[in-house]
């Protein structure tokens, strides 16, 4: 698998977004999860005598719990640090941060909502680093979500997913995957919250097909699969949060909305929800709902990361 996924650039074996890889190397990650779900390596343990440090300077539920349960599976050890456990919350410097960890752990996960300290610690590690979530990107969730996916729907390429809400850090990441996977992503978004040009130019002139529109029926019409995220993002301030809800409150994934989409078309959110905002209860707890199975592939696909990265 690793030679499939080498980046060209070499050096650490890092997983920052998914732009930086191939559709097939992707994929390889997507058949190696799908591996770890169906034989859970029992005895074996392929990463014993490692350790992934995770680095949160924002909450986390399932990012948290699924490295730290895939890690200790595979037969490596953890170290979990928050911002203000560690001197980089009293302006000790990333770059000096990157290499005392480079010392003592083999890999380093970080969540932020300052992309270009993701970048900052890429660029000075000598150990692999995993992008668990910035203010721009969060490719964990979609190497998840397009597995999920694939469970119930068959393969994704040539098939249409709407996305409904605002065009943020999750979203962009799904821009990606369209690029790499070769399916149709439709975004509505209120005016104001579009993703960014810059990205939806990059993944066109990649192929992919992006349609973006302020209509969530237009967008959900005839699609396999809606997908909806938070209006109040976490790198969002919570004053926005009143002009968010009136600007997206059109925009409700409900059981009007879903009649919209294919037959047989199926609900993801990549968690935590908010029912009764951006998405009805009768939705998110109905049985279009994927979302259980989103979070627990959240797991299986990161085992696959580690694998590749540490591996
Ligand atoms: N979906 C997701 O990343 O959830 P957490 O914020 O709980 O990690
Ligand atoms: N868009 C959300 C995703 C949370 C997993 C946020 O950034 O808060």
Aim: proline fraction near 5%; charged fraction near 20%.
């Amino acid at each position: 698998m690793s030679a499939v996924l080498e980046l060209p650039r070499g050096g650490p074996k890092h997983f920052l977004d998914l732009k930086d890889f191939s559709g097939p190397a992707l994929r390889s990650l997507l058949d190696a999860a799908a591996t770890f779900k169906r034989h859970c390596p029992g005895g074996k343990k392929p990463l014993a005598g490692k350790t992934l440090a995770l680095l949160f300077e924002k909450p986390s539920t399932r990012t948290r719990v699924s490295f730290e349960v895939a890690m200790r599976e595979l037969g490596g050890d953890v170290i979990v640090l928050s911002q203000r456990d560690m001197q980089l919350g009293r302006g000790e410097t990333i770059a000096d941060t990157a290499q005392v960890l480079s010392r003592y752990v083999d890999a380093i996960m970080l969540r932020t909502d300052h992309a270009a300290k993701l970048q900052e610690l890429a660029k000075h590690a000598s150990v692999p680093i995993i992008n668990g979530l910035t203010e721009l990107s969060h490719p964990c969730q979609i190497m998840a979500d397009i597995m999920t996916f694939e469970e119930h729907r068959g393969p994704v390429a040539g098939q249409t997913i709407a996305w409904v809400g605002d065009g943020n850090n999750v979203a962009a990441s799904f821009i990606e995957a369209a690029a790499r996977f070769k399916f149709t992503l439709r975004l509505a978004c209120p005016a104001g919250y579009a993703p960014r040009e810059d990205l939806v130019a990059w993944a066109r002139a990649e192929g992919a097909n992006i349609t973006l529109t302020t209509d969530p029926a237009a967008a959900v019409t005839g699609a396999a699969c809606v997908v909806t995220d938070t209006w109040l993002s976490m790198a969002n301030s919570e004053s926005e949060a009143a002009t968010r809800a009136a600007a997206f409150a059109p925009y409700q994934v409900d059981t009007a909305l879903m009649a919209h989409a294919a037959p047989g078309a199926v609900f993801m959110h990549c968690l935590p929800a908010h029912r009764g905002e951006e998405v009805s209860a009768d939705v998110i707890d109905g049985p279009a709902s994927i979302v259980f199975d989103e979070a627990e592939n959240r797991l299986h696909v990161q085992k696959a990361i580690l694998a590749w990265s540490l591996g």
